[in-house]
């Protein structure tokens, strides 16, 4: 979709697991190797984005950051992947530290792979 300054930004789009539409959202996200990493931060209050919700129940996701749209499976990372790449996440967006700093729950990491 575009840049944030030098943070590059997505329209993540997920099937809404209650209602049935698509719901797209932008986001920040960090490439890796042809996945892309997203963070379900939404600034750190409980409970997680109503997307990472959407996502677990549908992990079939569209990503229109090119032409054309780059469709995904979209997995929660687990534990290690999040270590490895928090610290390149919160390079490109340090308010994410922050917003783990203020709440008991784990910001979820999320890594959406090409279909």
């Known amino acids: 979709m575009g840049r944030m300054g030098a943070a590059p930004i997505l329209g993540l789009t997920t099937t809404g697991r209650k209602s049935g539409p698509p719901r ?3 986001l920040l996200d960090l490439e890796d190797g042809g996945r892309l990493t997203i963070v ?3 600034a750190g209050p409980a409970p997680h ?4 919700f959407n996502l677990q129940a549908n992990p079939q996701v569209e990503l229109p ?3 054309p749209r780059f469709s995904a499976t979209a997995r929660q990372a687990r534990t290690g992947e ?3 790449r928090w610290p390149r996440l919160v390079a490109i967006e340090p308010a994410w530290a922050d917003d ?3 709440t008991t729950r ?5 890594i959406a ?3």
């Not at 984005?49 to 990472?52: E, T, Y």
């Not at 784990?106 to 999320?110: E, F, G, Q």
Request: proline letters at 11%; aromatic letters at 4%; one cysteine or more.
């Open 100 to 102: 783990q700093k203020c």
């Open 49 to 52: 984005p109503v997307g990472f």
């Open 82 to 84: 999040k270590a490895q």
């Open 106 to 110: 784990d910001i979820r990491v999320v």
């Open 40 to 42: 379900a931060s939404d």
């Open 24 to 26: 797209t959202v932008p």
């Open 65 to 67: 950051v090119r032409s």
């Open 113 to 115: 792979s090409p279909r």
